[in-house]
């Protein structure tokens, strides 16, 4: 049978979920979610309308050691029962043979993803449950930095020490392998970052691509945080300086176009009160973590710019390849600007 979805072998992936879910009735509909540039995300919907979520890596080549499915599964899996909310996962295909790749299978939660404002406008239109979403994003937050990630079973995800040169080291050889146009704000973002890392105090469990666009939401409640592919251990402050770069203002910036740019959300500095009266912590530094996320964002930008040049993410009429070139170049100054 030929795959009607490209990434999905229908038959194959159809047993193996049936053997894993007695209930299954097949045949089962595989719908490719939007809004994910690096692991492909499915919506699996059966005849009695059950609905589950299927992940796998891209299409064709992928640099060494990203899309680890294994590892994503393992974290989503550990904090299933958590105060952070999570999709509870179903298992994990490893043998390439069933689907080209390895995959993982979990429960479908229901709800909007505020990708965007019109999402925002269209799914959450009260006022009062966007200033109640922003407090529970902060809160959901703060309490995944609070978790003791061996207490979860995720003390071992990755050394708790050095985040940011680790970081620095990964993403610039990132870059370097995927780089297909000359940035020189990414070179001077690079080198000022270096010289001015701050001190790491503690480590926690990073998310690693906290914002709106990764949550499940309904009303003023996060129902479940996803994609967990960048998740690793070390300082909180970078999902924190990620989070308020991503919370944009009502009219902020060219594009109207980010979630809280909606308006009715609580602002930047109601977040960093909120999550240092959590948390505790110093906050003096963030625009450092601010521009080390715009930095990093440019980088994996770059990584996807390059899939979608040579194909592997297959065909997405919706992904503008100048549009992304520009985008990059804008948040390599955007780093440059916030390190002054």
Known sequence: ME???EGINEPNVTSWMKERIVALKPPLNFEKIAGGHSNLTFKVSDQDGNAFVMRRPPLG???ESAHDMGREYKIISSLKGSVV???PTIDLCLDAEVNGAPFYVMEYVAGPVPHDSSVVRDKIPAMQDRLQL???VIRVLGELHLLNPDDVGLGDLGRKEAYLERQLKRWSKQWEATETHEVPAMNESTKR???SMPEQVGASIV???YRLGNM???GGVVSAILDWELCTLGDPLADLGYLLNNWSAPGEGEEDVKPTSAGGFADRDD???QYGSLTGKDLSQINYYRAFSHWRSAAIGQGVYKRYLVGAMGENPDYDLEASKRGINLLAEAALELLG
């Open 207 to 209: 998310h690693g691509d």
């Open 3 to 5: 795959n009607q979805v």
């Open 61 to 63: 080549h992928v640099l």
């Open 216 to 218: 499940i939401v309904n």
């Open 85 to 87: 909310p999570v999709a």
């Open 271 to 273: 977040l960093l009160e």
């Open 134 to 136: 922003s407090k529970d």
């Open 193 to 195: 970052l270096r010289e």
